[in-house]
């Protein structure tokens, strides 16, 4: 199995950003089959590898990738594709919150996971349980190996305060947030490198502490009492 990211497949994502057009893309069809074939090897080769330190629910690479072509029935942009290899891993069960993001683009290569769009049940429980006690969650946050993978937490915030909570409670920077997002970038050259997969393997294991934290609240009730 081939699970590096090929420089032909490379190309072919560069390629089409400036031909984006379906006559190129018909004519060019052999291009995107091999490139597509390249991102499916190098999904696989992220599940192999991920099932050894996580349980992952996403069966085959194949799987995991989001289809090239974009839906633009309600976007102003109307090209025809996307310009990039994006896939995801979801972790399996009930008890394992969370999933791992791939994005595979010409000069916009990046990882990361969490929590993109929690349902209202899930985001109240996040809030009830970091306004109770956000110790722990600061702690994973603050991690040295955790800043120097992913910087500082992502994703979007209420402007003032969300409902229920005072604008000068003591953990309203993280009660702010309606997502919460991790991400590493990664220039051409080492997506192109060989130890690419191992690296992205390596940003998944540090993530999976604020994985497995979120789960456990997500999972328990306001008392620690099991939902499941």
Do not use: C
Not at 89 to 104: D, M, S
């Amino acid at each position: 199995m081939n699970t590096t990211i090929s420089k032909e497949g490379f190309d072919f994502l560069k390629q089409i950003k400036k031909n984006n057009n379906r006559d190129w893309f018909n004519a060019h069809k052999d291009l995107y089959l091999e490139s597509h074939k390249n991102a499916i090897g190098f999904a696989d080769g992220l599940i192999e590898l991920m099932n050894k330190h996580d349980d992952i629910e996403t069966v085959s690479g194949k799987k995991s990738l989001y289809r090239i072509y974009r839906d633009v029935r309600f976007s102003k942009n109307k090209a025809p594709y996307k310009t990039h290899w994006g896939g995801y891993l979801t972790r399996a069960t009930n008890q394992l919150r969370g999933g791992y993001y791939f994005h595979i683009e010409p000069g916009n290569s990046f990882v990361g996971g969490g929590f993109w769009q929690p349902n209202s049940e899930d985001l109240k429980r996040i809030r009830m349980s970091i306004a109770a006690d956000d110790t722990g969650f600061r702690s994973i946050l603050s991690d040295k190996k955790f800043k120097k993978t992913f910087g500082e937490l992502l994703g979007d915030q209420v402007k003032t305060a969300p409902q229920g909570y005072k604008k000068d409670h003591p953990s309203i920077d993280l009660l702010r947030f309606k997502q919460y997002l991790v991400m590493k970038k990664f220039t051409d050259k080492e997506v192109l490198d060989e130890s690419f997969t191992l690296e992205v393997i390596k940003a998944f294991t540090v993530v999976r502490p604020f994985f497995d934290h979120m789960s456990e609240v997500l999972t328990t009730d306001a008392n620690g009492e099991p939902l499941y």
